[in-house]
């Protein structure tokens, strides 16, 4: 491989890197409090609130059921505010995290769910108020399933990020398209697919071993 | 102190079937006094509202009406901040435990200290304390997930009185324990009644658990409270049926499978049979040589078909099933019924040479 080549390829994986971390890192501050908030306010919850979850239940469906590559299209307005232009990295950024807040909160929800009702009741006896039972028994007790929600969000963002840079998010996507589908260079697609290959395994390997370390509730 | 007045739970529940809702009373007009320092008894069979009414203690379950006091605070007069405060001194056990799964056994324990603002310092001092009086200190840094049941519920109780609480509740804490460890940690229970004098209120469906331990009890029924009241004269005169039903699972007092054959015959033709009595006896009328008594004062033949005696606490009662013979079976009837002893009679059978040896 060239000189050249190997630029390229490290600079795609660069920007892959970039708009990766930065929309996970988007859609997780976002998207913790969103879960936190659909799961207290659900029927049963600790703060029951119909209106409050009906409304925020209602936007991440729809936020859910808008395919990518629509859904970065339509909010090209909302991204040019925000960054000044529709193109490039940064930009693909907005869409990125737009599309993950919603999963994420759905997936911060239904850890949060998975929580014996036992130990939040045992909580309350002992005049826990909701804010102690979510930073102490809620998000501890959830932290291993977070972790696994979180690391399958990071691996679809991932994926996105490559149809991001398909339509001029840079990245490796990008590179695959331009060079080795257009240009007909079958090296430099199988090196990014082997890339975005290898960074999936690392970030799977990553969060498995994680959220096992954090996992307490099993015999081992 | 702890007093119940004229507590009801009203819940909302769809008809079967019809889309209508109605009224479920869970409970009914319930009136109890707890004395402080005393084990206190809830028993009722599943569904009664067991959970219903010792939730309404800590006000879990907020009652649809009637008042509910712990040692002098009226808990349903209080607002939410008052109410946690007032929560942080009674401690609450589980029939499921609901321990901490990330947290460490000290973690576990700890955790109504940092709820309640303590120094770093005196939770780790207190942690200690509190473990070894319940027997857990070497493993204070397990996992719940590596305990035994009864280790875990040790742990339960541990937490439960970290915040030196006045009051400790205790929602079918041993249901899930074998006999053995059910024992065990119902001694505990004791052990920590009488070293810190704290009042317990459990609630149970074995009347076993009520006889290991309990002071008092209430029979708890569709709701209702149908018998009260300290737990020998509960056992003594059931006047219930539900009691007498939860009482026949201490008292076993049917005939063994080997006596089925035994053939009973109607009173009129009873002259020539021999009676068959059931005499119950508590207190010291258990320690009475009776049948000794009996065969010594009358021309009878006595012959012991099942005896079981057990202690409530520290007092003995039993039961026995006897077969009486002989021509002044009627007499030692009469001295039987004179004593301080509850005698049923069973029925008569034929007199045979084989019957129960
Ligand atoms: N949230 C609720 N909504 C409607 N009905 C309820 C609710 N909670 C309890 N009940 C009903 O109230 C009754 C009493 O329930 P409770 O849990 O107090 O019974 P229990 O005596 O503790 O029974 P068990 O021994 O099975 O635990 C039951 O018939 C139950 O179905
Ligand atoms: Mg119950």
């Known amino acids: 491989m060239s000189q050249d080549l190997t630029i390229l390829l490290t600079r795609g994986l660069v920007d892959t890197a970039y708009m990766v971390g930065a929309s996970s890192a988007i859609s997780f501050l976002a998207g913790l409090p969103l879960g936190v908030i659909l799961s207290i306010t659900a029927p049963g919850g600790i703060l029951p609130n119909r209106p409050v979850y009906g409304a925020l239940s209602l936007l991440v469906n729809v936020g859910r059921s808008i395919p990518f590559i629509i859904l970065m299209v339509a909010i090209i307005p909302l991204t040019r505010i925000l960054v000044g232009t529709s193109i490039g990295t940064e930009a693909a950024i907005v869409p990125l995290s737009v599309s993950a807040i919603p999963f994420v909160g759905r997936v911060v929800e239904s850890a949060l769910r998975e929580i014996d009702d036992g130990i939040i009741e045992a909580a309350l006896s002992m005049g826990a108020t909701p804010l102690e039972i979510i930073r102490k028994v809620l998000l501890p007790e959830a932290l291993p399933a977070i972790i696994s929600g979180l690391t399958l969000t990071v691996i679809s963002l991932i994926g996105y990020s490559a149809m991001a840079g398909a339509i001029g998010g840079g990245g490796l996507g990008d590179i695959a398209i331009r060079y080795g589908y257009q240009r007909f260079m079958p090296d430099v697609m199988l090196a990014t697919v082997i890339a975005l290959v290898l960074m999936v395994q690392f970030f799977q390997f990553a969060g498995d071993s994680l959220s096992a370390k954090t996992r307490h509730d099993k015999k081992g | ?357």
């Open chain 2, 1 to 357: 102190m702890i007093r119940l007045d004229g507590v009801s739970k009203v819940y909302r529940v769809s008809d079967p079937g019809g889309t209508a809702k109605k009224n479920f009373h869970a409970l009914r007009d319930v009136s109890l006094e707890i004395e402080n320092g005393a084990i206190y008894g809830i028993i009722g069979r599943s569904g009664a509202g067991k959970s219903t009414l010792i939730r309404c203690v800590n006000l879990l379950e907020r009652p649809s009406s009637g008042r509910v006091f712990v040692n002098g605070v009226e808990m349903t007069a209080l607002g939410d901040g008052q109410l946690r405060a007032a929560r942080k001194k009674i401690g609450m056990i589980f029939q499921s435990f609901n321990l901490l799964a990330n947290r460490t056994v000290y973690g576990n324990i700890a955790f109504p200290l940092e709820l309640d603002r303590w120094r770093e310092r005196e939770i780790k001092d207190r942690v200690k304390e509190i473990a070894q009086l319940v027997g857990i200190e070497d493993k204070l840094a397990q996992y719940p997930s590596q305990l035994s049941g009864g280790q875990k519920q040790r742990v339960g109780i541990a937490r439960a009185l970290a915040n030196r609480p006045d009051v400790l509740l205790s929602d079918e804490a041993t249901s899930a324990l074998d006999p053995q460890t059910t024992k065990s940690v119902l001694g505990l229970l004791r052990d920590i009644n009488d070293k810190l004098g704290l009042t317990v209120v459990l609630i149970t469906h074995e009347m076993e658990v009520i006889k290991e331990i309990c002071d008092s009890v209430a029979v708890l029924d569709a709701g209702e409270v149908v018998e009260e009241g300290p737990v020998l004269n509960v056992f003594t005169s059931p006047l219930k049926g539900v009691t007498k039903e939860l009482l026949a699972q201490v008292t076993k007092t049917q005939l063994p499978d080997s006596f089925a054959d035994l053939k009973f015959l109607r009173e009129r033709d009873s002259r020539q049979a021999d009676v068959l009595l059931q005499l119950s006896f508590f207190g010291s009328a258990a320690a009475r040589p009776m049948i000794s008594d009996l065969v010594r004062k009358f021309d009878v033949d006595v012959n012991i078909l099942v005896a079981h005696i057990d202690h409530i606490r520290a007092t003995p009662y039993g039961t026995l099933v006897i077969q009486i013979s002989g021509d002044e079976r009627e007499d030692a009837l009469d001295y039987l019924l004179d004593m301080n002893l509850k005698v049923k009679v069973i029925g008569y059978v034929a007199r045979s040479n084989d019957t129960a040896h």
